[in-house]
């Protein structure tokens, strides 16, 4: 079936500090991969995406690449701040249903 | 633009009452989603439209939940006799065509007493 596996947090870190935060997925076909961020109070917003095997999405210092061989679609960032604290969902959409399966968040707290 | 609004923001209800979630979609989107968010069950997806086909009703849980489209816009996420296990948050989505970036609205947060 299709699935995705995240790192389990909490991850805390210090300002400026490297993040990573693991996602490994399996599913049928060729999925699209993406992150999404939640913020304290907010909704879903999408964070990056990936859609062909060696794509990397990137936005607001954020990066991860899809990686076929390895199943993977890590997120990492060089220096994270206070404000980058969220929840983190990696998700895939499951060929030709547009259905968006998610991992189960990872919560980032960055402390000053 | 205007993204996706949901309503209500929140909603309290009684054991055994049916209650009606309104998603209004991105203007032109041709494809709707609801997902439910809850702390045991993470986030899952329930039903999906896309333009005039079937909906998709796989996620639905049990008989009690059914949605509508009408007009290829709004759509009502409907919980006939709601359980307390049912108390989460209802997101909807819109994208412009399937399998494209899914826009989500704030939600709405049902608790059932």
């Known amino acids: 079936g299709n699935s995705v596996t995240q790192m389990e947090g909490p991850v805390t870190l210090s300002e400026e500090a490297f993040l990573t935060i693991n996602c490994t997925y399996t599913?049928?076909?060729?999925?699209?991969l993406f992150w999404y961020v939640q913020y304290p109070g907010e909704g879903l917003q999408l964070l990056l995406k990936?859609?062909?095997?060696?794509d990397k999405g990137s936005n607001k210092g954020f990066e991860a690449t899809y990686r076929k061989e390895t199943t993977s679609f890590h997120l990492e960032k060089g220096s994270v701040q206070v404000s980058d604290s969220a929840v983190y969902f990696c998700?895939?959409?499951?060929?030709?249903?547009?259905?968006?399966?998610f991992g189960q968040g990872t919560t980032l707290q960055v402390k000053p | 633009g205007a993204g996706v609004s949901q309503s209500p923001s929140n909603k309290v209800t009684e054991k055994g009452k049916d209650v009606e979630l309104r998603c209004d979609p991105i203007?032109?989107?041709?494809?709707l989603y609801w997902y439910r968010q809850s702390l045991g069950q993470g986030l899952e997806f329930l039903i999906y439209?896309?333009?005039?086909?079937?909906?998709?009703k796989s996620g639905l849980p049990s008989d009690r939940f059914s949605a509508e489209r009408t007009g290829g816009s709004v759509s009502t996420l409907t919980i006939q006799r709601t359980q307390q296990e049912d108390s989460a948050v209802y997101l909807c989505?819109?994208?412009?065509?399937?399998?494209?970036?899914?826009?989500f609205g704030p939600g709405t947060r049902l608790l059932v007493l």
């Open positions: 989505a819109s994208s412009l065509f399937s399998e494209e970036t899914q826009y």
């Open positions: 599913a049928t076909g060729y999925p699209s």
């Open positions: 990936a859609t062909k095997a060696d």
């Open positions: 998700a895939l959409i499951v060929s030709n249903t547009g259905k968006l399966i």
């Open positions: 203007s032109g989107h041709t494809a």
């Open positions: 439209f896309q333009g005039n086909s079937a909906p998709d």
